[in-house]
């Protein structure tokens, strides 16, 4: 997202706005999965029932934990920038990004464990499971896959805001780039929490 | 095009600005004037090449059997056809052309909201129609879906389908940042004075196209994803072999592709219900009625999809559900033609090509809207799905609506845009062409869709041959006018005559600065305090 514009223009409100607009396509691009989630769950009940039995809860409670505390350590270095505390709030943008990362690791593991027992779109294995099963495996790669990008694309947009931080280009007078960074992060961490139960829980 | 002009009236912004020369300086500007016009010249180029696709297919149609090329390339063509005319030409045209350069303007702002991002969008523009060119070529051949990639065969098929899809996913992503754009600059950015309802109407116009922009267009973005998944990865959303659902693939589809007739039409009304006030020199009638039903026109817009899909098997319920919607959408259409009437009414109306163009573009949309019902209702829907009616249907609303109203606009605002005048005569004589091309052409398929003839074949039984033959000479008329205007256009950007700030006698805030307009629009800060359209 842009942050200001030329013209030696510059709108908070109108940046903070363009961002939520932005959070609303995205949730509707998201949407548009959760529809296709519900009348293949609907269709196929007792497949995903079966399926959804080999995801680890564990681990996907352990992301969604690990997701949910980066949404309160960017959330506080927004406040911590408000007061004039930018050692505060870089190391909290730190700690915002390590976890991203840890989620990163977990997902790798996880994905990594189920491709390693052929459970993936089009492999041999799971062309042999009942349809129900091929979709749910389907959309679990494709749902979390979408998802793993996003939290990629947030990565990079902290990043680059634990820089513009760094160099007092955001300061506590100015500092609407860093909550749109916050806002997006908290889109990323609602999706989530709509696919942890959809996928893990839900049996 | 633009050379000439720098002459006309320093610090225009044709002039150099910027710490870069020529081309380079256009491609780095994030005026969103520059922007515009480099729309325009990107939407010319591809609509030059859709037309040259569709005059091949009458020429193939001319006469019945195989004429110059084989079914597969006619399949090829049509489907490449579509993907430009829809994803490259309408729905960008006017909200990207004509929006970006006169929003900021006819609000009194020195530019959108988010400038450096409005440049992107059109360099994602770019690569997406780069991506759509590339498609046409190598691989297996040219898509030959259709441009609605119609699931389980564009699964299936083995021409460049990929690459098509990811063509029109990169393509909506520069729509949804313009939309986003023009919401935020149109909340934020008007003038002291300009209250929501003293705002311009092709302003309005475009408020409801860019929410539908930003609400739509990210369904059909992840169903093209999920068709890309499904062809790289096996995955089967929407493939029955694999337990997924093709009618769904339509759903999602057409939950954006409906409302996408929107985004082309919307932004042509606005244009129209500027054009008509200032050459009837009268109040605009019922401005409100205009706004609302504008609104309106978005949010019913938004759930008539499935008239799409009378046949393609759904409950009685939700068939009899979604006519009825597409039967209410009638009612805000028919507001804005009584309120174009209603504003001609007592006026004194100064026919020139531009109001041609515009009162053509009524009565095209008024043939083409009453179609639509018919097309709406569940009994004859079944009869004419998938003829020629339909074919005739939306190009009546696609091009002689929305192609009409690009063309009454780029007339309409041309003084101010390149500072010269256009030549009236010439004009009027390419209006004469276009318009009876364009009749000869589409109305005939109304008749060959009601006698029977299925849309997308090559060919087709003798007893079609006599429409066929005219929609065919039609076709070659249309495209001689269309080379007059185009022809027209560029000349006058080099030699016409100079144009003064305020041609027509305008009252809205883009008259009131010079033509072409400087460089930041306007000198001082704009306030605003009477309603645009107060004629005296």
């Known amino acids: ?203 | 095009m633009t050379s000439n002009n720098s002459a006309l009236h320093p610090g225009s912004y044709l002039d150099q600005q910027g710490k870069y020369k020529g081309i380079l300086g256009w491609l780095t500007s994030t005026d969103h004037k520059r922007i515009g016009i480099l729309y325009l010249m990107c939407i010319l180029v591809f609509f030059l090449v859709g037309v040259t696709l569709g005059g091949v297919m009458k020429l193939e149609l001319l006469r019945p059997g195989e004429q110059y090329i084989d079914a597969q390339t006619y399949n090829g063509f049509f489907t490449v056809h579509g993907i430009i005319m829809i994803f490259m030409v309408v729905i960008p045209g006017l909200a990207a052309v004509f929006g970006n350069f006169f929003l900021p303007i006819m609000i009194g702002a020195k530019d959108v909201a988010f400038p450096r991002l409005n440049l992107f969008s059109w360099y994602i523009y770019i690569v997406g129609a780069a991506i759509a060119v590339l498609s046409q070529f190598g691989g297996k051949g040219a898509p030959d879906t259709g441009w609605t990639f119609y699931a389980p065969y564009s699964i299936d098929s083995n021409t460049n389908v990929t690459t098509a899809v990811l063509a029109a996913f990169v393509l909506g992503f520069s729509s949804i940042l313009t939309g986003l754009n023009f919401i935020v600059t149109i909340h934020r950015m008007r003038a002291k004075g300009m209250t929501w309802f003293k705002m311009p109407l092709f302003p309005w116009s475009l408020y409801a196209t860019a929410w539908i922009q930003v609400l739509a267009t990210p369904i059909v973005g992840i169903t093209l994803l999920m068709v890309i998944a499904e062809r790289t990865f096996r995955i089967g959303f929407f493939d029955p072999s694999l337990g997924g659902d093709p009618i769904l693939y339509q759903h999602l589809f057409w939950i954006y592709s409906h409302p996408a007739v929107y985004i082309m039409i919307l932004p042509a009304m606005g244009v129209i219900t500027e054009i008509i006030p200032t050459f009837c020199q009268r109040k605009v009638f019922g401005y409100q009625a205009i706004v609302l039903s504008s609104l309106a026109i978005a949010g019913v817009g938004y759930l008539v999809w499935g008239h799409h899909m009378f046949t393609s098997g759904m409950s009685d319920f939700s068939r009899m559900a979604f006519s009825f919607l597409t039967f209410i959408v009638a009612i805000p259409s028919a507001i804005k033609v009584f309120n174009w009437i209603a504003t001609m009414y007592k006026g004194s109306i100064k026919i020139n090509t531009t109001f041609l163009y515009s009162i053509s573009f009524i009565f095209q949309f008024m043939i083409g809207g009453l179609t639509g019902l018919t097309l709406g209702a569940l009994a004859t829907n079944v009869h004419v799905h998938d003829t020629y009616y339909v074919v005739a249907h939306f190009h009546y609303i696609v091009f002689g609506g929305m192609g009409f109203a690009f063309f009454a606009a780029i007339h309409y605002w041309f003084p101010k845009m390149f500072g010269r005048m256009y030549n009236e005569k010439l004009g009027k004589i390419g209006w004469a062409i276009v318009f009876s091309g364009f009749t000869l052409l589409y109305f005939p398929m109304f008749i060959l869709g009601l006698q029977g003839m299925p849309r997308r074949y090559f060919d087709y039984l003798p007893e079609y041959s006599g429409g066929h033959f005219i929609s065919s000479i039609g076709a070659f008329v249309l495209i001689t006018g269309i080379i007059i205007m185009v022809y027209n256009l560029f000349r006058s950007a080099k030699k016409g005559e100079l144009a003064p700030a305020n041609p027509w006698d305008g009252r809205t805030l883009e008259w009131t600065i010079p033509s072409p307009p400087p460089l930041e629009n306007f000198d001082n800060e704009v306030v605003v305090t009477e309603h645009p359209y107060d004629y005296k």
């Open chain 1, 1 to 203: 997202m842009e942050h200001t514009a030329n013209h030696e223009h510059r709108d908070d409100k109108g940046s903070k706005m363009g961002m939520w607009i932005f959070i609303f396509t995205e949730l509707l691009l998201f949407g548009g999965l959760f529809l296709v989630y519900a009348v293949s769950r609907a269709k196929f009940f007792e497949d995903f029932h079966i399926a959804a039995h080999q995801l680890n809860v564990f681990v996907g409670a352990v992301n969604t934990i690990v997701l949910l505390v980066s949404s309160m350590t960017i959330a506080m270095s927004i406040t911590a920038i408000q007061k004039n505390q930018k050692r505060v709030a870089l190391m909290l943008l730190g700690i915002t990004l390590t976890l991203a990362f840890v989620f990163m690791v977990n997902k790798y593991f996880e994905w990594g464990g189920k491709i390693h027992h052929q459970l993936y779109p089009g492999s041999d294995i799971v062309l042999t499971l009942k349809h129900g099963q091929v979709l749910f495996f389907g959309l679990y790669f494709f749902m979390t896959g979408l998802h793993a990008f996003h939290i990629i694309v947030g990565m990079a947009l902290i990043g680059y805001v634990f820089f513009q931080i760094k160099n007092d280009k955001i300061k506590p007078d100015n500092f609407q780039l860093l909550e749109n960074a916050g806002l997006y992060w908290h889109l990323v961490d609602l999706i989530w929490i709509f696919l942890f139960p959809l996928l893990y829980l839900i049996t």
